[in-house]
C-alpha cells in the first residue's frame, strides 16, 4: 500500500518541465498558471498591423497567443552547461523581436505548408524563436531554420538542454 501512496506522491509533484528547465523558467518569473492575456493581445495587434515593404504580413493564431500569454516578456538563462550545443546566453520571449521577419515567417509557413508567427529571440538576435498553428517551434538564423519541438515546452526544454536542434533546411 506504501508504495502506491508513494508513487502517487512522486506523481503529483512532478512538473511540466525536467528539473534544471523548470528552475530556469522559475528563475525568469514564470509559474504555473502564468496567464498575461492583455500582453499577448497588445502583441497580436502590433504584428497584425505590421506590413513588410513588400506587403509581407503576420498571421495571429490561437496557438502563438497562448504561448505569449504563458511565457510573454520572460528572460529565460540556462542555468547551466549544454548537454550537445550550449545553450543560448538567453530566451527572451517577446514576438516582436521577429516583427521585421514577415517575409521570412510567411516563407517558411509556406515551405511547411503550415502559418508561423514569432515568438522570440535567442541571444544577441542570433536566431529568432517562431511557431506555428500546431504549436511547434522553430528557430531561425543566418544558417537556416531549425525545428525545436513539438511545442514550447519541448523547445525550451531542447534550448535550455543543449539538445541538437533538427535542421530543416539549407542555407540558400
Not at 500582453?39 to 490561437?62: I, K, M, N, T
Not at 549544454?82 to 515551405?111: C, V
Amino acid at each position: 500500500m506504501s508504495d502506491d501512496r508513494n508513487h502517487h506522491h512522486a506523481n503529483h509533484s512532478t512538473t511540466r518541465f525536467p528539473v534544471g528547465v523548470d528552475a530556469a523558467l522559475r528563475e525568469a518569473g514564470w509559474q504555473p498558471g502564468r496567464w498575461d492575456i492583455k500582453l499577448a493581445e497588445h502583441w497580436a495587434d502590433a504584428l497584425r498591423a505590421y506590413a513588410s515593404p513588400a506587403g509581407h504580413r503576420h498571421v495571429v493564431f490561437p496557438a502563438a497567443v497562448e504561448a505569449w500569454a504563458e511565457f510573454g516578456g520572460l528572460r529565460i538563462a540556462a542555468l547551466g552547461p549544454g548537454r550537445q550545443t550550449a545553450p543560448p546566453p538567453e530566451i527572451r520571449m517577446d514576438p516582436l523581436y521577429g516583427l521585421h521577419l514577415a517575409r521570412t515567417l510567411s516563407d517558411l509557413g509556406r515551405a511547411l505548408d503550415t502559418e508561423i508567427a514569432p515568438l522570440g529571440v535567442e541571444g544577441e538576435d542570433q536566431a529568432v524563436l517562431a511557431i506555428d498553428v500546431e504549436g511547434r517551434v522553430y528557430s531561425v538564423d543566418h544558417t537556416g531554420d531549425w525545428y525545436l519541438g513539438a511545442d514550447v515546452d519541448a523547445a525550451l526544454t531542447s534550448l535550455l538542454l543543449g539538445h541538437q536542434p533538427h535542421r530543416l533546411t539549407l542555407p540558400s
